[in-house]
């Protein structure tokens, strides 16, 4: 039972400060990001596991996070509020090659990060070329180019 | 029409239906599976704490033994043995030495005043205030084996009290 409650409430432990820390927090995946998930994954270790380390209560805690996630996301497609709580909603952040920029510095995204995203995806120069960018749920830039870029 | 959207899609992208119904066939059975995992746990049967996870045991002199059902290898547990309060200052608690074998006995509370050891088993000694009164003996131990695991206790010349555990790795 102690291994179930355990996953339980660090699972949504997890899940309520990570969905806090908002979109933009581990979407990146810099260095200092990379650092920080290990710090949270060794952080988090001690309270899963407790004393028993034994393959059983391995198994256990796995087990139940994977099957908290799927009942989640079955939740979720059932209840679109609870879907808007859990995984948050998309943010455009750029219109007609306007910046809105009161949304993105709330969402802690500059231009850079849309150039950026412009750049990977679509080979674009200039932020007059985007018809929309998008903030999506996952923390990702989406850009939706305007037709003809060069315009 | 069926069949040749799902060539079509096949001869694109690789797609198989018949092979992605039965691999959803499956984790739907792993979901239940695995829901039945997590019910027994909570429950207590694959140790670890939970309604059905102690039993306990009382022999023909009032003493008795509360012990984890089922314990999982190396991880701490208990086996507390409740003494009566009887007429003697000194319990003298036997224990068998096939269960001693199979635990690393952690700590034994209160601690013993000698040790002895004897046939198939060790005589731990401990003393109680006048007038006796009755006490509890906890041990905590970590399985060393898997498995079933059978173990007897008793108290000084009374019937010993058997019980077992079930050991997960």
Do not use: C
């Amino acid at each position: 039972m102690e291994s179930v409650l355990r996953a339980a409430v660090i699972y949504i432990g997890l899940l309520v400060i990570m969905r806090f820390a908002g979109k933009r927090s581990l979407a990146q995946i810099t260095t200092f990001d990379f650092v920080l998930l290990l710090i949270i994954g060794e952080a988090s270790q001690q309270a899963l596991l407790g004393q028993d380390f034994s393959v059983t209560n391995a198994l256990l805690v796995v087990i139940t996070l994977v099957m908290l996630d799927i009942g989640l996301s079955l939740v979720k497609r059932r209840s679109k509020t609870l879907d808007k709580l859990l995984e948050d909603v998309p943010l455009v952040i750029v219109e007609d090659g306007m910046v809105l920029k009161e949304r993105m510095a709330k969402a802690r995204v500059d231009e850079q990060d849309v150039l950026t995203a412009a750049r990977h995806l679509h080979g674009i120069e200039r932020l007059d070329q985007i018809r929309y960018a998008v903030l999506e749920r996952s923390g990702g830039i989406s850009i939706i180019p305007k037709q003809g870029k060069g315009a | 029409m069926r069949k040749q959207a799902n060539e079509q899609r096949s001869k694109l992208f690789g797609d198989d239906a018949s092979f992605q119904q039965n691999q959803f066939r499956a984790e739907r059975i792993s979901w239940v599976v695995m829901t039945i995992v997590i019910v027994s746990a909570l429950a207590g049967l694959l140790g670890g704490g939970g309604p059905f996870a102690r039993d306990s045991k009382t022999g023909i002199d009032s003493s008795s033994v509360s012990y984890d059902r089922f314990a999982r290898h190396s991880s701490p547990m208990t086996l507390d043995v409740n003494v009566g309060s009887g007429s003697e200052r000194q319990v003298r608690l036997r224990l068998s030495d096939e269960y001693l074998t199979a635990m690393n006995v952690k700590s034994i509370t209160p601690a013993p005043t000698s040790t002895a050891l004897g046939d198939k088993q060790q005589i731990l000694v401990f003393d109680r205030s006048a007038p006796p009164v009755a006490v509890t003996i906890r041990f905590q131990v970590e399985p060393m084996v898997f498995g079933l695991q059978r173990g007897w206790v008793a108290i000084d010349n009374a019937a010993p009290i058997s019980f077992a555990h079930f050991i997960y790795p």
